[in-house]
């Protein structure tokens, strides 16, 4: 079956970085464009940046352009967010999930905390 | 960016009663609407994709209709396992976006 499972998360200050990994399982990770999602304590769902098959093609909200880089390892089935300059606001649960339409599958999430 | 307003932003509703909900696209969508269910503390799951198609393995109670701008998520004879927050979202264009969600619970 197909699985995400998502690590990395944790607790950093302002300015500092961190990245997020998702590991994937259960299909042909090379065929599917990837997409991480965020969600701040007790928000809603706001769509970060996804990657293409072959890397060829990444997009970002405005929100986190040119802070975060989304980059996957198809020989290790790997999708991941590195996150720099990190802002308070950044704190959030994050989420992969897989596709860039539909998003039909998604990681448990890792909590991400920025904290002076 | 396409703006997707929902509404209402909270329902309470008894067991077995329909569920309506709306989402409204500040631009065409076509059909690059798709739903969401995220119970507490857990990951959104896909309910409806492409407006009207309900994914693999969502009771049939689900159903979703629309294109355009104006879309409708129908929960027909709600369950107790159905109190969750429901979110739109739309492929139509870069970047995608989420409905700020609607929260249903149960009476």
């Known amino acids: 079956q197909v699985q995400l499972v998502q690590s990395g998360g944790g607790l950093v200050k302002p300015g500092e970085s961190l990245r997020v990994s998702c590991a994937a399982s259960g299909f042909i990770f090379e065929d599917y464009y990837m997409t991480w999602i965020r969600q701040a304590p007790g928000k809603g769902l706001e769509w970060l940046s996804h990657?293409?098959?072959?890397?060829?093609?990444?997009k970002y909200a405005d929100s986190v352009k040119g802070r975060f880089t989304v980059s996957r390892d198809n020989a290790k089935n790997s999708l991941f967010l590195q996150m720099n300059n990190l802002k308070t606001e950044d704190t959030a649960v994050y989420y992969c999930?897989?596709?860039?339409?539909?998003?039909?599958?998604w990681g448990q999430g890792t909590l991400v905390t920025v904290s002076p | 960016e396409i703006v997707l307003t929902q509404s209402p932003d909270f329902q309470s509703v008894t067991p077995n009663e329909k569920v309506t909900i709306t989402c409204r696209a500040s631009q065409s969508v076509g059909n690059g609407l798709h739903w969401y269910q995220q119970r507490p503390d857990q990951s959104p799951k896909l309910l409806i994709k492409?407006?009207?198609q309900t994914f693999s393995g969502v009771p049939s109670r689900f159903s979703g209709s629309g294109s355009g701008t104006d879309f409708t998520l129908t929960i027909n004879s709600l369950e107790p396992e159905d109190s969750a927050t429901y979110y739109c979202h739309q492929s139509s264009a870069l970047p995608r976006t989420f409905g700020q969600g609607t929260k249903v619970e149960i009476k």
């Open positions: 999930a897989r596709g860039t339409l539909e998003l039909d599958y």
């Open positions: 492409y407006a009207s």
């Open positions: 990657i293409s098959t072959t890397s060829e093609f990444t």
